[in-house]
T-cell receptor, first 114, second 112 residues
Framework: AQSVTQPDIHITVSEGASLELRCNYS??????LFWYVQSPGQGLQLLLK??????LVQGIKGFEAEFKRSQSSFNLRKPSVHWSDAAEYFC????????????FGTGTRLTVIP | DVKVTQSSRYLVKRTGEKVFLECVQD?????MFWYRQDPGLGLRLIYF???????EKGDIPEGYSVSREKKERFSLILESASTNQTSMYLC???????????FGQGTRLTVV
């Protein structure tokens, strides 16, 4: 069965510092992988996605993620965090044959300190 | 831009009431979803629909039903609201899921 693990519930970084949010997945086939961001009181916005090709994918707002099949990971990174990046981040997996839905991790809340 | 609109941002209902949450998307997407979001639990899929009048149960369908009479509209129904259904409800739509899903702003439902 598919599942997504985000091991960090809450991360605090200083503005300007680099960021890495971890995501591990369990999936029976080639996964389709996504990162979403949710600002307080808002819906989810798609940051980036991977389903084939180059394992390093670029997204919006300066984010990138790297797919590592050997580690079953899809970690999100940003070289320099801005205060406006404070939000909750969700990793998701989907695309199993015969299904057409997404499975989400429990999220990582990011706090940015000045 | 894709727009997914949920009819209410905030709702307060009484225990036992029948509650309707409405969702409309404007991009002719075939797939629509209802998720429930609770702290520490992430998003859990209640139901999804891949075509008009078609629906599939997600992980937590108990106490909920759905209706999709038109392609652009997907309704979530709480047959008899209970306090444990107090939550944030998120609607989403997509073409094939490989393209990612687009979410509405969410409805925060409180059942008292």
């Amino acid at each position: 069965a598919q599942s997504v693990t985000q091991p960090d519930i809450h991360i605090t970084v200083s503005e300007g510092a680099s960021l890495e949010l971890r995501c591990n997945y369990s999936y029976g086939a080639t996964p389709y992988l996504f990162w979403y961001v949710q600002s307080p009181g808002q819906g989810l916005q798609l940051l980036l996605k991977y389903f084939s090709g180059d394992t390093l994918v670029q997204g919006i707002k300066g984010f990138e993620a790297e797919f590592k099949r050997s580690q079953s990971s899809f970690n999100l990174r940003k070289p320099s965090v801005h205060w406006s990046d404070a939000a909750e981040y969700f990793c998701a997996v989907g695309g199993q044959t015969g299904a057409n839905n997404l499975f989400f991790g429990t999220g990582t809340r990011l706090t940015v300190i000045p | 831009d894709v727009k997914v609109t949920q009819s209410s941002r905030y709702l307060v209902k009484r225990t036992g009431e029948k509650v309707f949450l409405e969702c409309v998307q404007d991009m002719d997407h075939e797939n629509m979803f209802w998720y429930r979001q609770d702290p520490g639990l992430g998003l859990r899929l209640i139901y999804f629909s891949y075509d008009v009048k078609m629906k599939e149960k997600g992980d937590i369908p108990e106490g909920y039903s759905v209706s999709r009479e038109k392609k652009e509209r997907f309704s979530l129904i709480l047959e008899s609201a209970s306090t444990n259904q107090t939550s944030m409800y998120l609607c989403a739509s997509s073409l094939p899921i490989t393209r990612g899903a687009f979410f509405g702003q969410g409805t925060r439902l409180t059942v008292v």
